[in-house]
């Protein structure tokens, strides 16, 4: 299926590793020029540079904390009118809700919540002018099934939804589309970090913590982020125009509700 996305840019954030990199490899790969944002310049310049042999297409690299002021500047520089906006940060750390103190949950908050907010702010309206624009917000299953270690991010990633909820509905009259992905369990370095948090808090050891988590998942293991980007990618497309406001979960079945 041609996705009709040929040309368009994107601005992928945090896309140098996990779930952020398997977007921007999945809209490369449909001949979107990408420009990616990550902190870690090594990770961030091999990434790109295997994009760029296995797509051809123009990728651009912002080396940035996205989370900052100046991050996002540098990164709208480099991408001032995206057609596509990939929002994704990393999440906070797992922990017991009773150490938490205020700065710990305004960081959370600003990651997970105010810096999307900025960045739709700052790209939104270009979009609507040009009648074609896709924001997909990486969230969490944690936001369906809260998980009781990731509390900060159960609550910050909550308000980024529910403010999504809203304005989602005002801009899809001009083919402007808004959407959260949920990913469950993949197979990423904040995977391997929940779960160890998670084992730490049970005292029991990693490898049996993570079988526990397999055990929940109908699909009999974790996922792989090539199959989160490539639903990225179609939530991106021209022919995903009539979706907005959604929350798509990817977990292999974990969820157990009807709605």
Request: hydrophobic residues 45%.
């Amino acid at each position: 299926m041609d996705l009709g996305l040929r040309g368009k840019a994107a601005l992928v954030c945090a896309s140098s590793k996990g779930l952020g990199r398997a977007c921007a490899f999945a809209l490369a790969g449909e001949g979107v020029n990408v420009t990616l944002v990550a902190r870690g310049v090594e990770a961030l310049e091999k990434t790109a540079a295997e994009i760029r042999a296995a797509t051809g297409v123009v990728v651009t690299t912002v080396a940035a904390d996205i989370v900052t002021a100046a991050g996002r500047e540098a990164a709208l520089q480099a991408c001032p009118q995206p057609d596509i906006l990939v929002n994704n940060a990393g999440g906070p750390p797992p922990g017991d809700f009773r150490n938490w103190d205020r700065d710990t949950w305004l960081a959370a908050i600003d990651a997970n919540m105010l810096t999307p907010i900025e960045l739709i702010k700052a790209t939104v309206d270009g979009m609507i002018a040009r009648k074609f624009g896709r924001i997909v917000n990486i969230t969490s299953g944690a936001v369906k099934a809260p998980i009781d270690v990731l509390g900060l991010s159960n609550g910050a990633r909550s308000g980024l939804t529910g403010f999504v909820a809203g304005l989602s509905r005002k801009t899809v009259a001009h083919n402007v589309t808004i959407n959260n992905l949920l990913p469950g369990f993949f197979d990423t370095e904040r995977m391997a970090t929940v779960i160890g948090g998670q084992a730490k808090a049970r005292n029991i050891s990693f490898d049996a913590a993570m079988a526990d988590r397999v055990a929940t998942i109908p699909a009999g293991r974790i996922g792989h982020p090539e199959e989160f980007g490539a639903a990225c990618a179609w939530l991106c497309s021209a022919q995903a125009s009539y979706i907005t406001g959604q929350n798509w979960l990817l977990d292999g079945g974990a969820y157990p509700g009807t709605f």
